[in-house]
């Protein structure tokens, strides 16, 4: 409430944009996760795989700004159980991300044909769902709200960006884990900027 407030009052002076964007991430854990499900305890080895984002971002402001987003997330991960007589099996979680993100651009401006931004801030992270698996692991057993926090950077280019940015998970991924392993993902964004208002 507060961000969207700060948000709100901006837009009385500043320039927006909306960034309606797609693109795709690669997650993993920082560490081994001991999950329990049916009586059955295991340590789970993660190998990264690539899932996707789609939606949108409001960026206001202009060298400083803010820019709060809403992303439907799909994480990705093959894991291993250390009990080989439990299979391997992909664990697909599917979230609705909300970012909340604060930047600076340091080359160019609004006119400009190319920009390069740096920026960061934390996101909640909503589950919606878990692809069904071997080991029996549901929505239920994840931790809602999770929350991370990111650094990334940007390129502007005409009305094309491209956004990078590592988030950290600050939120344990499971219910019940003495590990308490958190997620941790790359994102890439590729879309466009359509200005909703100028100072110009």
Same mark, same amino acid.
């Given at each position: 409430m507060?961000?969207?407030?700060?948000?709100?009052?901006?837009?009385?002076?500043?320039?927006?944009?909306?960034?309606?964007?797609?693109?795709?991430?690669?997650?993993?854990?920082?560490?081994?996760?001991?999950?329990?499900?049916?009586?059955?305890?295991?340590?789970?080895?993660?190998?990264?795989?690539?899932?996707?984002?789609?939606?949108?971002?409001?960026?206001?402001?202009?060298?400083?700004?803010?820019?709060?987003?809403?992303f439907?997330?799909?994480?990705?991960?093959?894991?291993?159980?250390?009990?080989?007589?439990?299979? *391997?099996?992909?664990?697909?979680?599917?979230?609705?991300?909300? $970012?909340?993100?604060?930047?600076?651009?340091?080359?160019?401006?609004?006119?400009?044909?190319?920009g390069?931004?740096?920026?960061l801030? $934390?996101?909640?992270?909503?589950?919606?769902?878990?692809?069904?698996n *071997?080991?029996?692991?549901?929505?239920?057993?994840?931790?809602?709200?999770?929350?991370?926090?990111?650094?990334?950077?940007?390129?502007?280019i005409?009305?094309?960006?491209?956004?990078?940015?590592?988030?950290?998970?600050?939120?344990?991924?499971?219910?019940?884990?003495?590990? *308490?392993?958190k997620?941790?993902?790359?994102y890439?964004?590729?879309?466009?900027?359509?200005?909703?208002?100028?100072?110009?």
């Amino acid at each position: 409430m507060i961000v969207l407030a700060i948000a709100l009052s901006l837009t009385a002076f500043s320039q927006i944009e909306l960034k309606p964007a797609i693109g795709f991430n690669v997650a993993r854990f920082d560490s081994n996760p001991v999950v329990t499900i049916a009586s059955v305890t295991d340590s789970l080895v993660s190998t990264s795989k690539a899932g996707y984002q789609i939606g949108a971002s409001l960026a206001v402001g202009r060298q400083l700004y803010i820019e709060p987003g809403l992303f439907y997330t799909k994480l990705t991960q093959n894991f291993t159980p250390s009990d080989p007589e439990n299979p *391997e099996f992909v664990y697909s979680a599917n979230y609705l991300r909300v $970012p909340v993100n604060f930047g600076f651009q340091f080359i160019g401006h609004t006119t400009s044909f190319a920009g390069l931004r740096i920026f960061l801030g $934390p996101s909640m992270l909503i589950p919606l769902s878990v692809k069904e698996n *071997e080991f029996g692991l549901v929505k239920d057993d994840l931790k809602s709200p999770q929350f991370d926090f990111s650094v990334g950077a940007g390129l502007n280019i005409w009305f094309l960006f491209l956004d990078v940015s590592y988030g950290w998970g600050l939120t344990p991924q499971y219910k019940v884990d003495p590990i *308490e392993a958190k997620m941790q993902a790359f994102y890439a964004n590729l879309g466009f900027r359509f200005k909703l208002k100028s100072e110009e």
